[in-house]
């Protein structure tokens, strides 16, 4: 079965066909794992735990807003845990859960076929950037 042939097949049809909150759902939690800094993480913290200044200092680019912002959702999904430990000053930790756990291997496979295929990409979009800078009239 070539690639072409999955993808033709009636099973994204079907996961795709819902009610509009199922649907509205579904949607968001594809929004959330395919973001890039949930997928950076949660492979970071299946290694885990870490401290959010760990997190923010493996995660180069990555906002103390951003990062505060995406682990809250992380862990409203249930795919990271907060812990908090009573000392002082207070410690915090991030881990990845269970379920956080059994994204490891999907976005595992999506990052390295991102690395796998990085250059073609580039040359892809250095060769659309052309054609379009050439078909633009000039101004």
């Given at each position: 079965?070539?690639?072409?042939?999955?993808?033709?097949?009636?099973?994204?049809?079907?996961?795709?066909?819902?009610?509009?909150?199922?649907?509205?759902?579904?949607?968001?939690?594809?929004?959330?794992?395919?973001?890039?800094?949930?997928?950076?993480?949660?492979?970071?913290?299946?290694?885990?735990?870490?401290?959010?200044?760990?997190?923010?200092?493996?995660?180069?680019?990555?906002?103390?807003?951003?990062?505060?912002?995406t682990l809250r959702q992380l862990e409203r999904d249930g795919l990271v845990e907060r812990t908090v430990y009573a000392e002082i000053p207070p410690r915090v930790e991030y881990r990845a859960t269970r379920l956080g756990s059994t994204l490891v291997g999907p976005v595992m496979a999506i990052a390295e076929w991102a690395s796998t295929h990085q250059a073609e990409i580039v040359a892809f979009r250095d060769q659309y950037d052309h054609e379009q800078g050439e078909a633009r009239p000039v101004r």
């Open positions: 079965m070539t690639s072409h042939d999955v993808m033709s097949e009636p099973r994204m049809q079907h996961i795709c066909a819902v009610d509009d909150q199922q649907a509205e759902v579904f949607r968001s939690i594809l929004a959330r794992v395919g973001d890039k800094w949930s997928m950076m993480l949660i492979g970071m913290l299946q290694q885990g735990p870490y401290r959010f200044t760990e997190l923010r200092r493996m995660t180069p680019g990555i906002s103390a807003r951003m990062l505060t912002f």
